[in-house]
C-alpha cells in the first residue's frame, strides 16, 4: 500500500494549525514541532513532538520522523536549516531560498541583483552612514534589524539624531505609499507556479489588521514581481510578497515570507484552494490547486487581543450577529495584542463586506473597529508574522 | 477565561473527521471515542480516547470529560444514550430524538402520528404478514431489519414466496421513483432551525455514490417536510431526511439520520457554513450559520474502494487533472467497497460540473464511473452511512 508522505512542520502556531486542518482533506496529518502543548497547532494535531526550534537536535530528532520538512515561521537558524539538508532531509522551502526571508541584508541585495523595484536601502553599521544615506533620501529614514523582526518588531524611524539600534541593521529610505499591498504565490520545486489575485493590507502598529481581496486597481505587474521572486529566489511552499504601492504608483518590495501568511488567510474561504492547502501540495510536490477567487470580495479582519482579551465569551454573540461571517479561533491564550483569530467576509460589495468584517472583529475582540478608510501614513510597515 | 467547551463525539469516522475539522475553527478541538487507533478522525485529532461504543463503562468514562457528548453513527445502543442522560450528561440529538434514527418501526410509527409522507409500510412477523401486506401493495416489497441497518445492510426485496429474515423487520411498499432527494437541516435546543438547498442523490447498491447540490426543480415542500421533523422530533444538531419523489411527484420520507450525513458533503465548499461546522454548532447550542450555496451547483463523488483501492497513489494524477476540483481522502485503510474519500466539483453548468465530480472519481478510485444519468429503479434505496 502507498503510504501518504509524513509532512512536518516546525512551529504549532495558527500558521501550523490552519495547515493541518487543510492537509486533513488531503489524507494528510501534519506532524509539528511545538514548544509547548498549548501551542495553537498543538491543541488540534494528533502528531505533536515537543521540542526547541533553535536547537539542532531537537529539529534532527523530529525531521527523521518526516518525509518533507517545512516552517509556520522564519526563527529556525540558517545554520540549522542547512545542517537539516546535509543530512539528508529534505526542506522545503530549502536554506539557500529561506535565507532571503531571514536576512533582510541578503534579501535586499538580492532583489537588487534581480533589479526588481525596492524601497533605497543601505547596509549601515554607524550613525554616519544613516546620515549619510539620509542626506540622498530624507530623514527620517526607516532601520531594520537584518535579523529576527515580526510584527513591528525590529523596525524604527529614526529622525536626524536618533541612535542607532544595536544590532546589525540596514536603512531605507521612508516610502510615500498609496497603501501596501501582497501578492500571495505558490511554487512546486519541479516549477508549477500559481499566484493569488493581489490584496490590499491595512496594518496598525506594525501588524496586517485587514486584507482586502482583491485590491481594487491592483498594478498589473504586482503578480509578475511576485512570480519572477519566486522563480528567482527558488522559492518552494508559499510566498508572500508584501510590496509598498508609492504615491507615484511604483511598486517596492517591502518584506518576504515564506510559509503561509496572514495576507493570505481570506483564501480558506475566498479562493478555491486556500495557501494552506497550497503550501502543503506545493512543499510535497504535487500539483497545485486553483487559485481563482470564489467570491467578488473577502475581506479579512484579524482579531487582536484588547483590553479583554478572552474571545471565547463573545464567540456566541459574533456567530448571531452575522451568521454568514467566517470565524477562525486559533485556540491561543488570550493576550492583549496577540493574533486570535480572524474573520472573513465574503460578497458583492465592497462597503458591505468590509463593514461586516470589521464588525465582526469588534464583536469578538470587544474593541472598536476603525469605520472609516485608514489614510496612508507615508511609513513603511514591517512585516506581520504569527505572535 | 472562559474556556472553551470540550465536545465529543462518539465514533472517529470520516463525519468526525471533517466535524473535527470544522470544529478547529470555531477554536474547538473535537475529541472522540475511537475503537482503534486507525480510525479516520483517530489518524488527525488531538483528543482521542478509545472504546467500545457498545460498553456503557466506556461510554460514561467518555461523557464524563466532556460538556457535550454528540455522535458519527446511530450504532450506540439505545438504553445507553437515556443512561448517559440519566447520569447528567449532554447527549445532543437526545435519547427520544436518536431512537427515530434508531429503529424505522418507532420512526415509521410516529410520521404516521405526524401524517407526514412516507411509504405504505407494516410491521411484520411472519411470512403470511408479508403477503397480506404485498396483496394490497404488489410484489416484490421491501423488507427493512428494524434495528441496525446501513449502506444497503438489513434491506432486502422480496418476492412472492421469498423467506423473511429472521430479524423483527417492518415491510414497505416498492416505491415507484423519480429520483431520490435529500434534506439536511440542523436545530439547536433553544430552537433555531436552519436547512439547506434540497439535493439529489444517486445511489448505488444502497450506497450514496452522488450528489447535486441543488436538485433541479425540487419540489418547495421538502424543506418544510424535513424541518417539520425536525421540530416534532426535537432533533439537535444536524438531520438528514432522505427522501423519494415518486414517479407522480409526491414525497415519501425514505430514512432519518440525526447527524452529519454523506448527502451532506457538498456542503462544505458549496454552503457558506458546512453541515459539519452546523453540527458543531447546533449540538453545543450556538447561533447556527448561513445554509446559503457559495455555487450554482456543487456535485460531490463519493470515494468508494475499487479493485485496487489504494488512493494514495492516484492522488497527484487527480490534483493534476483538475486543478479545481476539492479533494477529500479520509485516510482510512483502503478496501474494495470501502468509503475512502469524496471530491467535490462547483460551478455554473450542471453537466459540466456532474462529469468533473465523475472524472475526478474514476481517476481515485481507478474505476470507470458512470457518464449517462442513472435510470430510476423504481426500488427503494436504503440509507447511507458510513461504513
Known amino acids: 500500500m502507498v503510504q501518504p508522505p509524513v509532512l512536518g512542520m516546525v512551529g504549532a502556531g495558527q500558521l501550523a494549525r490552519m495547515t493541518h486542518q487543510a492537509a486533513i482533506s488531503l489524507g494528510l496529518s501534519l506532524r509539528v514541532l511545538a514548544a509547548s502543548d498549548g501551542d495553537s497547532a498543538a491543541l488540534v494535531a494528533a502528531e505533536v513532538e ?14 527523521e520522523r518526516c518525509d518533507v520538512v517545512t516552517f509556520d515561521h522564519e526563527h529556525v537558524p540558517p545554520e540549522h536549516v542547512r545542517a537539516l539538508v546535509d543530512k539528508g532531509c529534505t526542506v522545503r522551502p530549502g536554506p539557500d531560498a529561506l535565507r532571503y526571508a531571514q536576512d533582510k541584508l541578503a534579501m535586499r541585495a538580492r532583489l537588487a541583483e534581480l533589479r526588481l523595484p525596492q524601497p533605497a536601502w543601505r547596509s549601515v553599521t554607524s550613525y554616519d552612514d544613516v546620515a549619510r544615506f539620509a542626506a540622498e533620501t530624507g530623514w527620517p529614514v526607516v532601520v531594520k534589524a537584518v535579523r529576527g523582526g515580526y510584527d513591528g518588531k525590529g523596525v524604527w524611524f529614526l529622525a536626524a539624531g536618533d541612535r542607532l539600534p544595536p544590532v546589525e541593521c540596514i536603512v531605507e529610505e521612508r516610502v510615500r505609499l498609496r497603501r501596501e499591498l501582497a501578492v500571495l504565490v505558490a511554487r512546486r520545486p519541479s516549477g508549477e507556479v500559481r499566484a493569488w489575485p493581489v490584496v490590499e493590507t491595512v496594518q496598525r502598529s506594525g501588524i496586517c489588521v485587514e486584507t482586502v481581496a482583491p485590491a481594487t486597481d491592483a498594478p498589473a505587474d504586482a503578480v509578475v514581481l511576485a512570480e519572477t521572486i519566486a522563480v528567482e529566489l527558488d522559492v518552494t511552499g508559499v510566498l508572500a510578497v508584501e510590496l509598498f504601492e508609492r504615491d507615484d504608483g511604483g511598486l517596492a518590495v517591502n518584506e518576504l515570507a515564506m510559509r503561509p501568511h496572514n495576507s493570505g488567510h481570506w483564501t480558506i474561504e475566498g479562493a478555491r484552494t486556500s495557501q494552506f492547502e497550497q503550501h502543503v501540495r506545493a512543499v510535497l510536490d504535487w500539483p497545485l490547486g486553483d487559485a481563482a477567487p470564489t467570491a467578488t470580495y473577502a475581506v479579512t479582519a484579524n482579531l487582536l487581543g484588547g483590553a479583554d482579551p478572552n474571545l471565547a465569551g463573545r464567540l456566541s454573540a459574533a456567530l448571531d450577529a452575522d451568521p454568514a461571517l467566517r470565524v477562525h479561533v486559533y485556540g491561543k491564550e488570550p493576550r492583549p495584542g496577540r493574533k486570535l483569530g480572524h474573520v472573513t467576509a465574503l460578497g458583492d460589495d465592497l462597503v458591505t463586506v468590509r463593514s461586516r468584517a470589521r464588525a465582526g472583529a469588534a464583536v ?24
Open 364 to 387: 469578538l475582540t470587544g474593541e472598536p473597529q476603525p469605520t472609516e478608510e485608514p489614510q496612508p501614513t507615508g511609513e513603511p510597515q514591517p512585516t506581520e508574522e504569527p505572535a
Open 50 to 63: 515537543f521540542g526547541d526550534h533553535r536547537s539542532l537536535p531537537d529539529l534532527v530528532g523530529f525531521a
